[in-house]
C-alpha cells in the first residue's frame, strides 16, 4: 500500500534530496580511499568493505573504479555507514584543531623573531614552564639569521621548541593581533 498525504497525493522521496545524499556517500568512500588500512579495521568496517577498498585503491581513474566506487557506496549504505561517518568526522575536527596549533606556533616564532624580549615576556607568562634561556638563546639566533638573511635553521629550532613546549600543555595562549 501506498503512503498519501492528507491530500491523496501518493507521498516519493525527493530525489534531490537522495541523490544529495548519495553524492556525499561517495565523497565519503572517496575519503576512505585516502585512509591507511589500520584506520579502517580501527573504524569496524568489515573485511569484505576493506578488500573492495584495497581494490578500489589500486585502480587506475577509469570506469571500472567508478563502477567500484559505486559498489562501494551501496555496501557502505548497507554496513557501516554511520561509523565511518563518525570516525571521519572526528578525525576531521581533529585536523583541524593540529591546524589550528601549527599556525599558533608560527604567529608565535613570527613575533617572537620580530619582537624580540617584549613577545618573548608574553610567552613566558602564558608558558611558565619554558626554559627561558633556551628560547632566549634561540630567538636572538633566529633574529639574527633573519638579519643576515643566513639559513642557519634557528628559525627551524625554534619553532621546534614552541610547538614542543605548546604541546606540552604548560599554558595556552592565543595570539594577540
Same mark, same amino acid.
Given at each position: ?11 516519493? @522521496? ?13 565523497? $565519503? ?7 591507511? #588500512? ?10 569484505? $568493505? ?29 554496513? /557501516?555507514?554511520? !561509523? ?34 617584549? !613577545?618573548? /615576556? #608574553?610567552?613566558?607568562? !602564558?608558558? @611558565? ?39 606540552? /600543555? ?8
Amino acid at each position: 500500500m501506498r503512503e498519501v498525504d492528507e491530500e491523496g497525493f501518493a507521498v516519493r @522521496p525527493n530525489k534531490s534530496a537522495q541523490k544529495r545524499e548519495m553524492a556525499a556517500i561517495r565523497k $565519503l568512500v572517496v575519503s576512505l580511499l585516502e585512509c591507511g #588500512e589500520g584506520e579502517w579495521a580501527r573504524m569496524g568496517l568489515d573485511a569484505d $568493505l576493506q578488500e573492495g577498498l584495497r581494490l578500489a585503491r589500486g585502480m587506475k581513474a577509469s570506469g571500472a573504479r567508478n563502477r567500484q566506487i559505486k559498489f562501494l557506496v551501496r555496501r557502505l549504505q548497507q554496513n /557501516g555507514l554511520e !561509523a565511518a561517518r563518525a570516525w571521519m568526522e572526528r578525525r576531521d575536527l581533529l585536523q583541524a584543531e593540529e591546524r589550528r596549533r601549527f599556525h599558533q606556533v608560527e604567529r608565535w616564532r613570527d613575533r617572537l623573531v620580530e619582537e624580540g624580549d617584549s !613577545a618573548l /615576556g #608574553e610567552f613566558l607568562d !602564558a608558558h @611558565p614552564g619554558a626554559d627561558r634561556q633556551r628560547l632566549r638563546a634561540l630567538v636572538r639566533a633566529a633574529r639574527k639569521e633573519l638579519r643576515e638573511q643566513k639559513r642557519t635553521g634557528a628559525g627551524r629550532k625554534l619553532f621546534r621548541l614552541l610547538r614542543e613546549i605548546s604541546s606540552d /600543555g604548560a599554558g595556552s595562549a592565543t595570539l594577540k593581533g
